[in-house]
């Protein structure tokens, strides 16, 4: 079984339109995030919620908006994609706790057009 | 703020050579250090980590030794495999903070 699943794996789309990535864990974990990987491999934080409050948010444009309907699934829309969003968007969860690890989903390749 | 540097990549080797991937961190008080490692197509995993001053992170015969002196935490492995290909991370969390900041990653690439 997947411990970190998300959906689409990879997803086309045009300037302007708005778009979801859906993310799902089965550890039972307390803590989920979004981080956003650019073409260089560069890994950033965006968001994090722990039991479906927001306790991590970087500064990422208001068009980026993160749902947690429960502790199992942390949600990413983005209204009005821009050019710039094309990335590879990451979803993970851990433990709290000390020195948690971080267990990644295989990620979602996004390309604006 | 906190913050990795890593070796810029990419690395390029043959296999059974000695692997070393440089990491320095900035941060105040004691983070934990950890390396993660993403094979191509995959998300992150966690390959080591150490928590404390002179810990020595170790697994799949890569291994990594926290020196508080010199604030590194080295990737090293003395016998490479093709298997080994992928981009490496260098990653520090904070005493007491949640957020897990990444270095920018290093490509390794073994060749037969």
């Known amino acids: 079984d997947t411990a970190v699943s998300q959906t689409p794996k990879y997803l086309v789309t045009q300037m302007g339109n708005d778009k979801s990535i859906k993310c799902e864990q089965n550890l039972g974990h307390d803590t989920m995030y979004w981080y956003k990987q650019d073409s260089k491999k560069f890994l950033k934080i965006m968001f994090s919620y722990n039991n479906k409050e927001l306790i991590i948010n970087e500064t ?31 979803c993970a969860s851990s433990q709290p706790g000390t020195n ?4 990644f989903g295989s990620g979602t390749q996004l390309s604006v057009l | 703020g906190n913050s990795v540097t890593q070796m810029e990549g990419p690395v390029t080797l043959s296999e059974e050579a000695f692997l070393t991937i440089n990491c320095t961190y900035t941060a105040t008080g004691y ?40 604030t590194s935490f080295h990737l090293e492995k003395g016998s490479v495999q093709v298997s080994d290909s992928a981009v490496y991370f260098c990653a520090l969390r904070g005493q007491g903070a949640q957020k897990l900041v990444f270095g920018q990653g290093t490509r390794l690439t073994i060749n037969p």
């Open chain 1, 60 to 90: 990422v444009p208001n068009r980026f908006s993160p749902k947690s309907p429960d502790k199992a699934h942390l949600n990413l829309h983005i209204n009005s994609l821009e050019l710039g969003d094309s990335a590879v968007y990451f």
């Open chain 1, 100 to 103: 948690e690890k971080l267990f």
């Open chain 2, 31 to 70: 983070p934990s250090l950890f390396w993660y490692v993403q094979y191509p197509g995959e998300g992150l995993q966690l390959l080591l980590k150490a928590t404390k001053a002179d810990d020595k992170g170790s697994n799949k015969g890569f291994e990594a030794t926290y020196r508080k002196e010199t």
